[in-house]
């Protein structure tokens, strides 16, 4: 399977959801892909990918630590 959400046309079957996914995710057999854009000045630029179809699985902006 590939690409799936639990939305609200399924939110009556999200903990049949859970227990189905959770033993998955623990063992390793659940993989996900997410975009890391580092710094808060790359954001818009990121946000312009993303509505572009630039990036793949979950966009996520890192922010610096102080």
């Known amino acids: 399977m ?3 959400i ?5 939110a009556g079957r999200q903990s049949e959801f ?3 996914m959770s033993p998955w995710l623990a063992a390793g057999k659940i993989k996900y892909r ?3 854009i580092d710094g808060l000045t790359n954001a818009p ?3 312009i ?9 979950k966009l996520v902006v ?3 630590t102080a």
Do not use: H, I, P
């Open 34 to 36: 997410e975009d890391v």
């Open 62 to 64: 890192r922010m610096g």
């Open 18 to 20: 859970v227990a189905a």
């Open 2 to 4: 590939q690409g799936f």
């Open 45 to 47: 630029e990121a946000f």
């Open 49 to 57: 990918g993303m509505l572009t179809c630039g990036n793949f699985g």
């Open 6 to 10: 639990v939305s609200e046309d399924y």
